[in-house]
């Protein structure tokens, strides 16, 4: 079998995360292996949450795991988890204006998308409104069956928990603005389509047959789920591709320091050709190098984070190999 037609079999979603590459690097038609080996990472990093998931919902006597087993494992990120608290409450709230559309007016409302924000101003935002529904069990005013001092509690915490969020939508919306700040309009019309971009998103089926979901889950997972590993996954690639053009940018500033301290500069009429040497004209691509190193990074922060901070048993002790979910 060639190697084009074992792409077409094995992966899936290479037009995918070439365009989430574009959103969160610039760089267009990535090197098919820098997009097969992030899928790779992505496929590994979606079967280790539920092979953890799963281990936590044996500890608490279950045979199936919650929606909230996979918030556990990212509950340390708390700009994540807010993230995800607000990408399905977006979720619930065009579900039920697709509900009523379709009721009232047979009309239809947009997708919820991963990389959708949060509706500010108000008691019932989707966050707040999602806070509501979903009391997640290790924060505190879970332990308690009567929350006491209940308002003035969950309002501090939803203040706290709404400033975050915004802090990191507007870190997010400034790399935005600065990407689209140069575009033709051409080029901002393609970058609005790769936002589109998602793994779950009319794609559930083609979702479980990526992670082999017929081998680790005993049911078909539900929408929430999906929807839930959707998410994680499309942070993985954002995660990993902006990590990797830090160390791709780092190791270039390096090259040029290089260069400047041996005099590679000084003669203009004969610039010295060397393995460094780029193109003038247009920004170096991710090399499948770069996508590892950044992989191996997050793995050793992930794993310094996470020494004693579960009394679940050593370095957590809710692992079955030494792979953490970034």
Known sequence: MSDDARSETVYRYQQEIAQMMFVSTEIENPDPRVTRLIEDIVRNQVIEMIIQSRRMAQRRL?????????????RYDKAKVNRLRTYL????????????????????????????GIEE??????????????????????????????SQDDADDDDDDVNETNEDSIRRLKAADETTRRMTREEYVFYSECRQASFTFRKAKRFREFIHANLYLDVKPSDDTIDILGFLAFEVVHELCT????????????????????????????????????????????????IREA?????????LLDTGRSTAGPAGGLRRTQVFVI
Request: hydrophobic fraction near 35%; charged fraction near 30%; proline fraction near 6%.
């Open 295 to 303: 992989f191996t990074e997050l793995q050793a922060e992930h794993a």
């Open 62 to 74: 279950s045979k199936y795991f919650t929606p909230e087993d996979l918030i556990f494992l990212i």
């Open 243 to 290: 990590r990797a053009m830090r160390i791709k940018r780092d190791w270039e500033h390096k090259a040029e320091a290089m260069r400047t301290m041996r005099g590679r500069h000084t003669d203009d009429d004969a610039p010295a050709c060397t393995l460094f040497s780029t193109s003038a004209s247009a920004e170096p691509p991710l090399e499948a190098w770069h």
């Open 89 to 116: 409450s977006w979720k619930d709230v065009r579900k039920n204006a697709k509900d009523t559309n379709d009721a009232s007016a047979g009309g239809s409302a947009g997708p919820a998308q991963e990389g959708d």
């Open 121 to 150: 101003g108000g008691e019932d935002t989707p966050l707040r409104v999602n806070k509501r529904k979903m009391r997640l069990p290790w924060e505190l005013s879970s332990v308690f069956c009567d929350y006491p001092r209940a």
